[in-house]
């Protein structure tokens, strides 16, 4: 990266099977032909960001795809009426797991709790998708995050330090109590949205010019909810989407602080890109709706609302909120 050059980086946010969301955002990204230093993610995002980071520039989308479910081809708009369907996917999910993500973990483990579900066919999966190698190659630089049981800290595992294994990915995902926690070298990790849903810290800790993208799948702005589906929907979006944009806006300012203090110009560009499901999903269960249909329709929201960044004029060193309207 030239000097001048400002660092590009992209956070991917957990969020299960909202996750289809980021392949849409990366395709129109790739279509901008900008560079990509960094990228980190928890969860759902610490897969995505390791199906970029492990794969040849030419078959990111490609991987993208195969591992989200989301056909190469025009993709659908939301349909109102796939509410009812959504949720049967979803309970459908919840009793029988869903091929090629997990299965109900039958007997349970006694020695520790191992989760609801068993992450088995994601990692089958992700061993034939990821070259780890080129992963940990520092092209672009990843960082995946995940968080300790029994401090509650995050614990960040950067490419540049440590060599990134499936065990990492795996442990980013141990959302409780659905999947199990991992033990890496004698800690039991779990979840990383549990610290930072979208880990995007030690970016905004790097000197010079900065140009970050946030894809976050749940958003903090919404609707009053008018029942008891929408107020539990509008609850688990509040409680991801606002920590990420408060602790995006009190990072970015003080990355501006430390500049003022250092007598320094501070150029930052920092979009913020947010799932915003219409009533066909859900509702407080759409991440478990797992169906073709739906990785379809985020895909879809994800392309299009990149898009939407690459036309919006940014305020600089603050957030730029994209919203379609």
Not at 201 to 206: F, G, M
Not at 253 to 282: C, F, I, N, T, V
Request: charged residues 20%; glycine residues 10%; contains cysteine.
């Amino acid at each position: 990266m030239a000097p001048d050059q400002p660092l590009t980086a992209i956070v991917f946010a957990g969020g299960l099977g909202l996750g289809a969301y980021h392949g849409g955002a990366f395709e129109a990204f790739a279509g901008l032909s900008l560079p990509l230093d960094w990228v980190t993610g928890s969860s759902a995002g610490a897969i995505t960001a390791a199906l970029i980071a492990g794969s040849p520039g030419a078959d990111r989308l490609q991987n993208l795809r195969s591992y989200w479910h989301a056909a190469n081809g025009p993709s659908q708009a939301p349909n109102v009426s796939r509410h009812p369907y959504a949720w049967l996917n979803a309970i459908n999910t919840r009793l029988f797991g869903q091929a090629g993500f997990f299965h109900p973990r039958l007997p349970m483990p006694t020695s520790h709790f191992g989760g609801l579900y068993d992450l088995g066919p994601t990692r089958e999966r992700l061993m034939r998708l990821i070259d780890f190698g080129r992963l940990n190659s520092g092209d672009p630089r990843i960082t995946i995050c995940a968080t300790d049981l029994e401090s509650g800290d995050p614990v960040l595992f950067d490419s540049t330090s440590v060599q990134i294994e499936m065990d990492h990915i795996l442990a980013s995902c141990g959302f409780l109590p659905e999947f199990a926690p991992v033990e890496i070298a004698g800690r039991w990790l779990s979840d990383g949205g549990f610290s930072l849903n979208a880990p995007f810290d030690p970016i905004l800790e790097t000197p010079g010019p900065l140009r970050l993208y946030v894809i976050d799948l749940f958003a903090r702005d919404g609707k009053v909810p008018d029942g008891l589906e929408a107020a539990a929907e509008r609850k688990s979006d509040l409680t991801f989407g606002n920590q990420t944009f408060q602790r995006l806006r009190l990072a970015l300012e003080a990355r501006k602080l430390r500049a003022e203090l250092q007598e320094l110009e501070r150029d930052d560009l920092a979009y913020l890109l947010s799932y915003r499901p219409g009533p066909e999903e859900a509702g407080p269960e759409k991440s478990f709706d797992l169906s073709a249909t739906a990785m379809a329709q985020r895909w879809r929201a994800g392309l299009l609302d990149m898009r939407h960044a690459a036309t919006t004029a940014p305020i600089r060193n603050e957030i730029c909120s994209v919203r379609r309207r």
